[in-house]
Each structure stands twice: as C-alpha cells, then as structure tokens.
C-alpha cells in the first residue's frame, strides 16, 4: 500500500485503515505482532511518532492489545469490532449515498432493490 499524501484523511488514519485491511486480509491474525512503529515508519518513510498514532488509534478501539515489552498484538475481538466498524461508517454512508441519489432519479425502492440483488 502506498500512502496518499495529498489525501484529506490523515496519515495515521491511513496507517490504521491498512492494519485494518491487513486483519480483514488475514495477513494478521489474532494474537499476531503487529508491526512497530518504528517499522511502520520505515515502511511509509514517515515520521515514528505518526505510526504510533495509528498504532494507539487500533489500541484505543480494542483491535489492539498490548503486552508490555513486546508490542501490540491483534485482538481477539479485532475482526468483529472492524468488521462493525466499517459497516456502521462505510457502508451506511455508501448506502444513504445511492438512496438519495436514488430519489433525485425517482428510482422505486422495489428497482433499487432490485439493482442491489443484480450486483450481488
């Protein structure tokens, strides 16, 4: 993954969002090390203190764990707390998107529906 530098969405949110997609991925799993801030910093070319940013944002949202002296570790509850995570921001987001873009085109709900049955 690279970094979007230009984006509006901060840097150690993008650190985040990546050991997210990493857990999602199966890249690493459950009680897996993840990788340092130090590492993380050498990875992105960024500064350490911006890794560990987004490092603490994962600990604080109880998809990290920590063991003292050794690093952060993936939850146990990791993949439910993302997975409802990204539901709840994403996907609703998404979804409200399409239904008001849906009511400006006067598209029914029986032929949104529909549409969504047809994409999936």
């Keep these: 993954m690279v970094l979007n530098m230009n984006s509006t969405i901060p840097i150690y949110v993008q650190i985040a969002e990546w050991l997210e997609n990493e857990i999602l991925n199966g890249n690493l799993k459950i009680d897996d090390k993840v990788y340092s801030q130090y590492k993380l910093a050498d990875m992105f070319t960024i500064n350490p203190a911006t890794a560990a940013k987004g490092l603490n944002l994962l ?3 109880k998809i990290l764990y920590n063991k003292r002296g050794l690093g952060k570790f993936v ?4 993949m439910t707390i993302i997975l409802e995570k990204r539901k709840e ?3 609703k987001g998404l979804l409200n998107e399409a239904v008001q873009e849906a009511t400006r085109l006067q ?3 029986e032929e949104l529906l529909e549409m969504l049955k047809q994409i999936m």
Excluded: G
């Excluded at 939850?75 to 990791?78: D, F, I, K, R, T």
């Design 107 to 109: 598209v029914t709900e």
């Design 75 to 78: 939850s146990h509850e990791a």
């Design 59 to 61: 600990y604080e949202e």
């Design 89 to 91: 921001m994403k996907l």
